[in-house]
């Protein structure tokens, strides 16, 4: 069966996407048109149905809205959530398709032991554990078939329902929104520059005594086949009920993991949801997913640290360099105001030198309040343009921030970030970043 961007494949694909989501907004907007009060929890579950059965990027995008706050009701984000992790598998004749197109006819002999069953399922692939020939404990994760035309008929959809939005509320532009996750969900298709990827982390987190990346296997991983070392583990917010220090190593081993490769190297994780990382038995964590990277020009990380200083100095054109730095165009007073309202609410327990909780009050729904004031304010004005380069970093933040928030951890992060960034320097940035890149191999998709 081809597997390339057919037209078929898409004609396919348009119509499953359709039909699902089609159904689902039409009772929705039915609802609200006529007053009739929908069942919330249903409709979530059929949600979870149709977007789970679709495995590809259109459930990213769920995966996506269930981490920032006030978007949708509580009982869509908890079903959403559930994507995350318990997407359904596909069975065991799939996975001798893939693996004898990847590997030959005789891939069952590249491997002391391949379990049938897949452990985790996911939007675009599913993860098998293995046993190498030397004995090494694998996790084998195979693409599912079809999926370049999936992704390309899912943005089209997703293109659909970013147009249908904006008739409604015209507070957001996300336009360069969408152009950002095509990009990202193309290049996550190719398993190969995830393996280069996880090099990359590997290099950039050496130092790093609690935050561990998996090795890859060459000789048995593909574009669409990735085989790498298991790492043990757990899920973090199963260490809700530990003692305070542990909760807050694993805190911390989540920052360093997350913004060393930021502030040293301009890279950020942009996937920080539940299945892509797990806790070690001492605080530390392991890192399991790499498809979701974003790699940002020096100056970027550069307008991030400028805009903690003008916030802490109260130095409005500081702010408006920063903004524009990151791509943000034609601000007025107005729409600075309303930006900083999210800055001061995320830059806040950086500008306080003292041991505290990632917010105010400790409530999982986090930044809720602010980001539907935010909401609210930009209604009242011509809107924004999201830049694409923002995206996946207030992603990270808001997603780190919720992990942050359900261990209670309490930390001095006024100092963890004055650790990152005292010798930080755009140029410094710069090198490490094109050395670091090369010797990845991932200058084959970036310029260095």
């Known amino acids: 069966m081809s597997e390339d961007n057919s037209f078929s494949g898409r004609v396919k694909r348009y119509a499953r996407v359709s039909g699902a989501v089609g159904g689902i907004a039409a009772k929705t907007v ?72 990847e590997l030959g006819p005789g891939w069952m002999d590249r491997f002391e032991n391949f379990e049938r069953e897949a452990c985790k399922a996911a939007s675009l ?12 404990d694998l996790a084998c994760k195979i693409q599912y078939p079809d999926m370049s035309s999936a992704i390309e008929a899912d943005l089209n959809q997703l293109k659909l329902i970013f147009s249908i939005y904006r008739r409604y509320d015209k507070s957001i532009d996300p336009s360069q929104i969408h152009l ?33 990346v998996p090795d890859t296997l060459p000789d048995i991983s593909t574009k669409r086949l990735l085989s790498m070392t298991w790492l043990e583990g757990t899920s973090l917010l199963d260490s809700r009920e530990a003692d305070q220090e542990f909760r807050n190593r694993l ?38 997913d790499y498809g979701c990277i974003r790699v940002f020009p020096p ?62 009050t400790n409530n999982v729904q986090y930044g809720a309040g602010v980001a539907a004031k935010v909401h609210k304010d930009l209604k009242q004005t011509a809107g924004v343009q999201v830049p694409r380069e923002f995206v996946l970093m207030d992603r990270a933040a808001i997603g780190l921030g919720s992990v942050f928030t359900h261990l209670s951890a309490e930390i001095n992060w006024h100092r963890l970030f004055h650790e990152l960034i005292e010798d930080f320097s755009v140029e410094s940035v710069e090198k490490r970043q094109a050395i670091a890149l090369k010797e990845a191999g991932l200058d084959r998709w970036i310029e260095v």
């Open 30 to 101: 039915g609802g609200r048109m006529f007053g009739i009060k929908m069942d919330n929890a249903k409709q979530a579950r059929d949600l979870q149905i149709a977007l789970g059965g679709l495995k590809g990027p259109l459930m990213k995008v769920a995966q996506i809205l269930s981490t920032i706050p006030d978007v949708l009701p509580e009982e869509y984000t908890g079903e959403l959530i559930k994507l995350q992790t318990n997407a359904p598998p596909m069975g065991w004749a799939f996975v001798k398709r893939r693996m004898t197109s």
């Open 125 to 136: 692939g599913q993860v098998h554990r293995a046993t190498s020939l030397d004995g090494r």
């Open 180 to 212: 950002e996750l095509a990009e990202r969900l193309r290049e996550e298709l190719d398993y190969e520059r995830e393996a280069c990827n996880m090099a990359l982390y590997r290099n950039m987190l050496k130092d790093e005594e609690f935050v561990h």
């Open 251 to 288: 805190a911390l081993s989540m920052f360093r993991a997350w913004y060393v490769p930021f502030y040293k190297y301009g890279v950020i994780h942009g996937d920080p949801h539940l299945g892509n990382y797990s806790a070690r038995p001492d605080g530390g964590v392991n890192l399991l």
């Open 299 to 360: 100056s970027f990380v550069g307008a991030v640290i400028d805009l903690y200083r003008a916030l802490r100095d109260g130095d409005e054109e500081l702010a408006v360099q920063s903004y524009e730095t990151w791509g943000f165009k034609g601000l007025s007073k107005e729409m600075i105001a309303i930006l900083n309202q999210w800055a001061e609410f995320l830059y806040a327990p950086l500008l306080e030198d003292k041991v505290q909780s990632i917010q105010k």
